[in-house]
């Protein structure tokens, strides 16, 4: 009769959450909500002064759409507390995606 090795039930096993970190309580979400909506009630309320703000619509609704993705992307999504190593990935395939964006924007523009 052959005999099994078994695993030794007394045996440390790596415990999940070795490489946890703190996430942000209820608070913080909370104050990221109200920071993202009040930026975007500034959003919705450059469209009746569209007007009065001439060219400076496109860049006001740029700067706010970036610092809302900054939020969502470093908090929901966690890249704040995650190794920096994420957060350049991320980076690289939003910098190649608005490349290759501008990239056709601009053969439609100048070639079109």
Not at 50 to 74: C, H, N, Q, R, T
């Amino acid at each position: 009769m052959s005999s099994v090795a078994t695993p030794d039930s007394s045996a440390e096993l790596p415990v999940a959450d070795e490489h946890a970190h703190e996430h942000p309580g209820e608070k913080t979400y909370l104050k990221i909500a109200v920071i993202l909506a009040v930026l975007t009630a500034l959003e919705v309320a450059t469209y009746p002064a569209e007007d009065a703000l001439g060219s400076a619509v496109i860049p006001i609704l740029l700067v706010l759409m970036v610092i809302k993705f900054w939020y969502v992307a470093a908090f929901f999504m966690h890249l704040k507390f995650d190794s920096r190593m994420f957060s350049w990935v991320f980076i690289a395939g939003i910098v190649t995606g608005a490349a290759c964006y501008l990239a056709v924007l601009a053969t439609f523009e100048f070639f079109g």
